[in-house]
Structure formats: structure tokens, C-alpha cells
């Protein structure tokens, strides 16, 4: 079976965010001052071949894990869909 994952990652809570900081501070220069606390991430998207859809979830959680996110500054979530 064929399955698509959508993941995103995103910077912990509790570090910084410099980039989300500049683009919250630009939004004052846009008149746009009432949107605040910008958080920047990544989105990906995967396709996967597996038996079921928690196997899939399985092997899209090692690849967050080992490759697609960073951990220790990063946190990540996905969801699974069948094509």
C-alpha cells in the first residue's frame, strides 16, 4: 500500500525562534500589528510504501527522528494518509 505523510517541524517553545521574532517585528512596518508570536518551522511531504498505515506511521517517525528533525531544538508531528 502507498501512503502519504505530512510532517511538520517546528522550533521547541522554549528556544528562541530568531527568525519568527524578524518576521513578528516586520508585520508592525505592514500595519499588521495585531498578528504576534510568529513561529517558523519546516513542512515536509513523503510518500511511503508499507503493509498498513501503523507501519508506515513507524517508519515515518524513525526518519523524523533520525534525519528530519532535530531533537534537541525541534519538535515534530504527522499525519498519515493512504493514496
Known sequence: MKF???INVMPLKELLD???????SSMKNLNLSEITN???GKHITLEIEASDKTTAGK?????????????IMENYEFE???I
Open 4 to 6: 502519504r505523510a505530512e
Open 18 to 24: 530568531p527568525q519568527g521574532k524578524a518576521v513578528t
Open 38 to 40: 510568529i513561529r517558523i
Open 59 to 71: 517508519k515515518v517517525d524513525t526518519a523524523c527522528k533520525l534525519l528530519l528533525a532535530n531533537q
Open 80 to 82: 498519515i494518509f493512504e
